[in-house]
């Protein structure tokens, strides 16, 4: 199993990165996809979820109108597309394939660092 997250980086506030997550070893259609984020010094936090089928998505308050969750079942791929950033969104982002709690998988991580 692996989840290989991409597209991370620096950029200024008020710009834009899109993540991607590719998944291999598992029957990703299968699975609910997650995006997490944890902040130096915080905890771990959802930033969005979207069901197997790609019908229903949910996202942390904080996040809700600037980020948007999507994936692509023939690709095994999620993506987080992120607008408008501001520095609190600084964290390492983390991809997540859940299926009960019998199947859960995690992504290495990825930078994202927003400052001027």
């Known amino acids: 199993v692996q989840l290989v997250e991409s597209g991370g980086g620096l950029v200024q506030p008020g710009g834009s990165l899109r993540l991607s997550c590719a998944a291999s070893?598992?029957?990703?259609?299968?699975?609910?996809m997650r995006w997490y984020r944890q902040a130096p010094g915080k905890e771990r936090e959802l930033v969005a979820g979207?069901?197997?089928?790609?019908?229903?998505?949910d996202y942390a308050d904080s996040v809700k109108g600037r980020f948007t969750i999507s994936r692509d079942n023939a690709k095994n791929t999620v993506y987080l597309q992120m607008n408008s950033l501001k520095p609190e969104d600084t964290a390492v982002y983390y991809c997540?394939?859940?299926?009960?709690?019998?199947?859960?998988?995690w992504g290495q991580g990825t930078q994202v660092t927003v400052s001027s």
């Open positions: 070893g598992f029957t990703f259609s299968r699975f609910t």
């Open positions: 979207i069901s197997s089928a790609g019908g229903s998505t």
């Open positions: 997540n394939a859940v299926r009960t709690v019998l199947y859960d998988y």
